[in-house]
């Protein structure tokens, strides 16, 4: 071997150590950054099952293991909560995707008079804060009897009108769809209503189950306003108002491990369903959040 | 400003070059006014010679028309009925039907009281009632907050009505034209078929676009009344008659006069706050979720798939519940607290004060945020890192580049592009983040200088300071409906501002 | 099978930029036409809106005599192959060719046997079960061509369907047009920007430019007696060379000065001067195809001398580009076959070259209005 060729190999070395340094310490960057990330919800897990106290402590791992904070969620309104949640998520989820598929389908594939106009307009009206129509929502909504223990409807109606708004994503993945299929289809005889319903939408199914998945997931979080159209009614609340009250200065004492045990309830079947559907929510994040 | 040649500009040096494209954007923004307000006048001259062809148009349509073209202005759909297009005819006849209908027996009286939003509010009335005790019942009379509802409505309904009128002539105008020059007229059964076919985005729009307007345009344009109202909260209109105030409700917030106890300055305050939280809120997230994503996407990492899923997950968990949980944890009597007391770090006397100091309170809830914002940016960013092509770095690196300078010069610009227009949703969207604030803190610690109402706190947003507005027997909705336009006019300016630096301060970036 | 008829077709985009102006055109039962020109030109405009994929401005639109301007695609009875082939990508290769038939709910026996057969025709059967995405460009092609045929269409669409497979490919595919026209025997009308598809595919070729037809004709007629500057330029490779010069008429006829020669144009040309009106003593742009220059290589009177600046070796002829005369690229086509070693040489870069033409082959331009002299 020539001197040359020796050093060269001894450089090759040192770089290949070094890029095994900078790995490891990536490695452990990212061990870290994963207990930080993961904390908070083990411990969530592990005081659900904390028998001994009912309030915060210091520490972390139960001294006496069980289900008694479980059992005592079924002796409150929890499980009506979470029915209301459930209904209000899975109807929402159904209704919503339609909307919002109707409207990003027509912005991506039709062009009609008005239709920039349109999509200005929305973007104004989203500019506002949204915050302030509940006051005069809340009032429609009680004209209708839709509030307080009849809140479920109301709910639904409030969350799917103006899904409309939230056509973004989907419509940016619509536009990558080429046009010239649906050209393709009208010329060989389908009607508009046809080209949607065998062409685009059996390409679309990354994004109709993006769109499923956070209509889905969406009532399950939302808490100002549910909060004002239950008013205060318990039987009326969904899970994150009802459970928000457990954490009041009153009664945080005696419920804060109930909280979470609702919390591991309420977590389990959305965080279940996502990693089921995980490689859609990514695709329809990757895909249609950025291009807007 | 000297304006520069390609060749000239090509000589400045770094700094000059970056002075110079920011004046060139800032000083186009006036001129872009100009043509902004300009392009509004020439708007509102169209309009209004639209308008006037649309008044000879109807004149002339009816000098012109025949016996049933004429009929129609009287009585909508006639034409169509008479020329066999009957279901078309039906529609605009049932249309004014209800409309009619609609504004003698209510729309009437809501547009009638609009002006004043009602005369007469909750009555008492003493009566003897059994047992001669007096009793005191309530009569209700006018309610200001349904006045100023359905009036709105009924105004929405009176141009749809005129739209619909007009619609109705220009079809007969049409039809006769289309029967004059031998041709047949759509029939019923043609018009139910094209709409699912060449009318089919109609179909599509109508129900989604109905919601927009009756559950977002309506209350926005109520809101913004309201702000030129003193309708207070939830439960008056009825019981007190609220009233038209003009510009008292902006002059009260804006009012600079009484200084630093002013309305304004907590304004100021708050919108101050709400900017610097919207600018660390997305840039901390921004590039630390890219680093992660880098981190993950390196050659010889290993569980790539295993990290991403880890963070992700956090994604799934309801957001009510982590934030509630680490709100908790980081209380005076929260975890964080007791355990390090346990652990003999701190005592009693000396409890890290994450929520009850200002600056304390206001850093944790920025990382707080980062831990909430984190794994969804990686998702984003990662999409995009991998949609770089691969001979940019290659080329890079036989130039001579180091991982450092590949960051910068590639890596950055490159996801700068593409993401500009998220990262400016995204600031406007954490000004509004609603969310994360109130679950965290709900505002805290309380600003105690502070005389506007809603009790508002160190950390709370334009947003969440706009919601305690209208919360509570002190509530003033009036002045939180004046906050909110606020809001959309900041957020309104720096996306106009943003928008036209975006392209100069670009143009070098240019990847398309 | 019918015949297409387009009179005063326009198109305007709301931008209020005119696409196409005032088309005009009668296509035959059975002819194969050809829209050709640069791109932006207005020919797949042109298409689109007779395939009813966008809507025609003005003018009307008549398929077998009946106007259809107001008609959907779908109702217009025709067959469309589009430039990126436009498989639906879900679909199988064999369920692709018989979406339209099953739009039109045909009985399934019917369409296996139609679909069997036009695969068959293609030679794709063995594909039938794959998804586009497992399938060749020239495969997909052919999916795409299939899926047009078993249309029974009347007017037979294709947009650049070529214009995305390599040079091997692309000649391939042509040729097997030509045996697929012959076999369907329909009413064509082919978009394309490329010259030589035009040429060897059209019955008729109409050459566009910014939305203007430039001429309608056989390939023959526009190839020799193109009507005005860019068609002599936009058909035949290597382009046309265009040169300044003089035109004079005497009482033998008509001269023209070009190149620092003068020479006196033939009976016919003189005949078609004459005819048009041309007066002598003007200025014109003389046309002379690259085959049409012969490099002369014993000097004679009549050879323009010039300098060879770049040599192309294309394998059967010579590019040669030479300056001569205040010319800077006069290209030479010379077939190489009966080339002497000698010679070849003598026609290297930098070399010294004398050429020349004959009267018979050139065109001659108005060089204000660009239109020919000699036909209109």
Redesign the interface.
């Known amino acids: 071997m020539s001197e040359k060729s020796i050093t060269a190999s001894r450089r090759h070395m040192g770089l290949k150590a070094a890029s095994r340094v900078s790995n490891t310490l990536i490695h452990i960057l990212l061990t870290v950054i994963s207990v930080i990330w993961l904390i908070p919800f083990v411990f969530i897990l592990l005081q659900s099952f904390r028998v001994e106290s009912t309030w915060q402590v210091g520490y972390v791992v139960p001294k006496t293991w069980g289900f008694a904070n479980y059992i005592n969620l079924f002796d409150s309104d929890f499980p009506r909560w979470y029915m209301n949640t459930f209904i209000v998520a899975v109807v929402t989820a159904v209704l919503q995707t339609v909307i919002v598929l109707c409207m990003s389908y027509t912005l991506s594939r039709f062009r009609f008079k008005g239709r920039k106009l349109l999509m200005r307009f929305m973007m104004i009206l989203g500019m506002f804060p949204g915050m302030l129509t509940m006051i005069i929502l809340y009032r429609v909504l009680s004209d209708l009897g839709m509030t307080q223990a009849n809140a479920v409807p109301g709910l639904i109606l409030v969350y799917i009108a103006s899904s409309g708004m939230g056509y973004y994503v989907s419509k940016g993945f619509f536009d990558t769809i080429p046009k010239s299929l649906d050209e393709a289809a009208r010329v060989d005889g389908a009607t508009r209503f046809q080209v949607l319903k065998k062409i685009i939408l059996p390409l679309s199914k990354p994004i109709v189950i993006y769109t499923i998945l956070t209509a889905f997931m969406a009532p399950w979080g939302d808490y100002v306003f549910a909060q004002y159209v239950s008013m205060g009614t318990s039987a009326g609340k969904n899970v994150a108002v009802g459970m928000y009250g457990w954490l009041n200065k009153d009664q945080i004492a005696s419920r804060y491990t109930m909280f979470c045990a609702g919390g591991v309830l309420v977590a389990l079947p959305v965080t279940i369903l996502f990693m089921c559907l995980q490689k859609y929510y990514v695709e329809g994040v990757t895909g249609g959040a950025v291009k807007g | 400003m000297k304006q520069y040649t390609d060749l000239e500009y090509l000589r400045l040096n770094r700094l000059q070059r970056l002075g110079y494209r920011l004046a060139s954007g800032f000083r186009a923004i006036p001129k872009k006014l100009a043509s902004f307000f300009a392009g509004i006048g020439r708007g509102i001259g169209k309009a209004g010679r639209a308008a006037a062809n649309e008044f000879s148009d109807i004149f002339t349509t009816f000098i012109n028309g025949d016996f049933k073209t004429k009929m129609s202005y009287l009585v909508m759909g006639f034409g169509n009925i008479a020329r066999g297009q009957v279901l078309r005819g039906l529609l605009f006849l049932l249309f004014e039907i209800v409309f009619i209908g609609y504004m003698v027996l209510a729309g009437g009286y809501w547009i009638g009281m609009l002006p004043s939003l009602g005369f007469q509010g909750r009555e008492e009335v003493m009566s003897k009632g059994k047992f001669g005790r007096s009793v005191t019942t309530y009569v209700y009379h006018d309610d200001s907050?349904k006045i100023l509802?359905y009036g709105v409505l009924t105004i929405f309904f009176i141009i749809a009505f005129i739209y619909t009128w007009r619609l109705n002539i220009k079809q007969n105008q049409i039809a006769e034209k289309i029967l004059k020059s031998g041709k047949r007229l759509k029939s019923g059964r043609d018009d139910l078929?094209s709409l699912?076919?060449?009318q089919?985005?109609k179909t599509?729009?109508a129900?989604?676009?109905t919601?927009?307007v009756?559950?977002?345009?309506?209350?926005?344009i109520?809101?913004i009344l309201v702000a030129f109202t003193n309708y207070s909260g939830?439960n008056d209109g009825r019981v007190n008659l609220f009233h038209w105030m003009g510009l008292d409700n902006f002059n009260a917030m804006l009012n600079w006069s009484s200084g630093a106890t002013s309305y304004a300055a907590t304004f100021g305050e708050v919108l101050a706050w709400t900017l610097i939280w919207a600018f660390f809120a997305t840039f901390t997230n921004y590039f630390l979720g890219m680093l992660?994503a880098m981190?993950?996407n390196?050659k010889?990492?290993?569980f790539k798939k295993g990290?991403r899923?880890?963070?992700?997950?956090?994604?799934?968990?309801?957001?009510?519940?982590?934030l509630?949980?680490?709100s908790?944890?980081f209380?005076k009597?929260?975890?964080i607290n007791?355990?390090l007391?346990?652990l003999g770090i701190i005592d009693m006397e000396h409890l890290l004060p994450f929520w009850e100091d200002p600056t304390w309170a206001r850093i944790t809830v920025i990382l707080i945020n980062i831990?909430i914002g984190?794994?969804?940016l990686m998702?984003?960013t990662?999409?995009?890192l991998m949609n770089i092509p691969a001979d940019l770095y290659e080329s890079a690196r036989i130039d001579g580049a180091n991982a450092w300078q590949q960051y910068s010069k590639i890596t950055l610009p490159y996801m700068l592009f593409?993401?500009g227009?998220?990262l400016l949703?995204s600031f406007?969207g954490n000004m509004?983040n609603?969310?994360v604030i109130?679950?965290l803190t709900g505002g805290a610690p309380t600003n105690y200088k502070s005389t506007a109402p809603g009790t508002v706190g160190y950390t709370d947003l334009?947003?969440t300071w706009?919601?305690k507005i209208?919360q509570g027997a002190e509530a003033k909705?009036y002045l939180?409906?004046v906050v909110?336009i606020l809001?959309?006019v900041v957020?309104?300016v720096i996306?106009l501002i943003v928008y036209n630096l975006l392209p100069s301060i670009k143009n070098e970036e240019d990847f398309q | 099978m019918a015949s297409v008829k387009l009179t005063g077709i326009k198109k305007i985009y709301d931008n209020k930029v005119v696409a196409v102006h005032d088309f005009d055109l009668e296509i035959k039962d059975k002819e194969f036409v050809v829209f050709v020109g640069p791109s932006g030109c207005g020919k797949s405009t042109t298409l689109r809106m007779i395939a009813g994929l966008e809507e025609i401005s003005e003018g009307t639109l008549e398929i077998d005599g009946v106007v259809v301007n107001d008609l959907q695609p779908k109702d217009r009875d025709i067959a469309m192959v589009f430039q990126n082939y436009a498989l639906y990508p879900h679909m199988t290769v064999y369920d692709n060719i018989a979406f339209s038939l099953r739009l039109q709910k045909r009985p399934e026996e019917e369409i296996y046997r139609k679909v069997t057969n036009a695969a068959e025709i293609l030679g794709i059967t063995e594909y039938l079960m794959r998804k586009p995405r497992a399938l060749s460009g020239g495969q997909r092609q052919r999916v795409a061509i299939g899926r047009a045929i078993v249309r029974n269409a009347k007017v037979f669409l294709m947009d650049e369907p070529l214009s995305n497979l390599d040079a091997k490919l692309r000649n391939q595919m042509r040729a097997e047009i030509i045996l697929l026209r012959q076999r369907i025997d329909t009413t064509f009308v082919y978009v394309t920007h490329d010259q030589t598809e035009a040429m060897t595919l059209g019955d008729r070729i109409v050459i566009m430019k910014d939305g203007f037809i430039q001429q309608v004709g056989t390939p023959q007629e526009v190839f020799e007696m193109p009507r005005n500057i860019f068609v002599a330029g936009f058909i035949g490779s290597p382009q046309m060379n265009f040169f300044e010069g003089e035109l004079r008429s005497d009482a033998n006829g008509y001269n023209v000065s070009v190149l620092g020669k003068r020479i006196a144009l033939d009976e016919q040309k003189c005949e078609l001067l004459r005819r048009n009106g041309v007066a002598g003593l003007k200025k014109v742009t003389v046309g002379i195809r690259p085959e049409h220059l012969e490099v002369d290589f014993e000097n004679g009177d009549s050879s323009v001398r010039g300098k060879v600046r770049v040599n192309e070796m294309m394998g059967s002829e010579l590019h040669l580009h030479v300056s001569a005369q205040g010319n800077d690229n006069i290209v030479i086509r010379t077939p190489t076959v009966d080339l002497s070693a000698e010679h070849r040489s003598s026609l290297a870069n930098g070399c010294d070259i004398s050429f020349s033409f004959r009267s018979k082959v050139i065109q001659l331009f108005d060089p204000e209005t660009e239109e020919s002299l000699l036909y209109r």
């Open positions: 907050f509802l078929r699912v076919d060449d089919f985005h599509l729009l129900l989604p676009l919601g927009i009756v559950f977002t345009v309506l209350p926005i109520f809101m939830a992660v981190a993950i390196k010889g990492i290993k990290w899923t880890i963070l992700v997950l956090t994604i799934a968990i309801p957001q009510f519940i982590s509630l949980y680490v908790k944890m209380a009597d929260g975890l007791l355990t007391m346990d831990w984190i794994p969804y998702l984003i990662t999409g995009i593409v993401t227009p998220y949703t406007t509004n609603f969310n109130y679950l334009l947003i706009l919601f209208t909705y939180a409906s909110g809001v959309f957020v309104a996306s």
